[in-house]
């Protein structure tokens, strides 16, 4: 935020999930307050962030190694390795879904979409 906004007149958008909000995370967003604003954000909203599905798989992968990576680098290597399985296919797919994403959203009226 300092490197982009060193204005000082950057928006920081986070969903609001339960990890989000720990003591710790607040405690960042409350120390760096003046120097960029949160954007205020409703709970458990429809989340539209292709990204999401990008952690979920990653995640599934890692899991799918059959082994627990006991340290940082083991992790890192196995999130690479991952990574680096998925085709260019899939994120396009992913950035392809979004109108039909929104329309969802907007259907269900910002409610829960199969999504």
Partial sequence: MLYY???RNGVFQQDNCTSHRSRLAT??????SSIFSV?????RSPDLNTTEHLWDVLEKGVKAHHTTQA???EL???LADVWQANSVERFRKLV???P????????ARGGPTRY
């Fill in 5 to 7: 906004h060193s204005h």
């Fill in 100 to 107: 039909r994403r929104v329309a969802a959203v907007i259907k």
């Fill in 39 to 43: 954007m205020n954000w409703p709970l």
């Fill in 71 to 73: 340290t940082l680098t």
């Fill in 76 to 78: 890192w290597t196995a």
């Fill in 27 to 32: 405690a960042w967003l409350d120390e760096l």
């Fill in 96 to 98: 392809e879904s979004m």
